[in-house]
């Protein structure tokens, strides 16, 4: 925890998915049709459960996670046909979690504590509109208004996915700042590296990882770069005071 120098800080970089709201496991439940068709159509022999295929690609959006899922088959997809794929698994998704999201006040709470001192911004693999019915469908999206919304699929000029850092670069950029004037927030271990690798100290959060799993998601998110881990959005708040 004393390694998180937060003296410089005047933002707050967060995550969306498994971050800000509960949103991985029902989005693979959802998602696990779509994909499983999608690896029928790159010759694959079975079907994966959604635990699989969150274990195979968490912290990726559907077209970094469908682009390396293709180049393990040896298969290299046309931006047609990526792009269906992409559409299809967005819509699936964005209407189960508008459907299944409710506000928390365990989040809510925290945030509007943090937002005191922090401007609030939202950095995410997922699509804008996906984003947008999660913020709504949770009561958040007063605190993250629309031009402080970055998505890596949506905002930058050639789609990506986190690990890469490029979303995070973009959001400084759009913002003005310099990664000593923002603090990253991210749940998994690709979000956590490309919020390093853009050079925001990161704070890992395990709020909204399984109990069963949270001991080894805290080291691999240290592994990964972040400065601390905290259980909770109270922790955090308390931690950042």
Sequence with gaps: MTALDTSAATFL???????LFPSEEPAYAASAGVTNRFL???GAERAYSPAELQGMTNGKNFRGAAQELAAGYGRELTRDDLDG???EEKDVVTAHLRSVLQPDPEVQGPLARLADRFTLAVVTSSACSRLDAC?????????????RRFSAEDSLPEPTSKPDPAVY???????????????????SINGALSAVAAGYRTVGTVQFVPPEDREARAQALREAGAAAVVSSWEELAELLR
Aim: aromatic share 4%; with cysteine; hydrophobic share 45%.
């Design 135 to 147: 913020l709504a469908a949770t009561d958040l999206a007063p605190l993250f208004p629309p031009d």
């Design 169 to 187: 670069a973009h959001a400084g950029q759009q913002l003005g700042i310099t990664p000593d004037e923002g603090i990253a927030v991210e749940d």
């Design 40 to 42: 029928g159509h790159l």
């Design 13 to 19: 970089l967060c995550d969306a998915d498994g971050t």
């Design 85 to 87: 794929w992409v559409a």
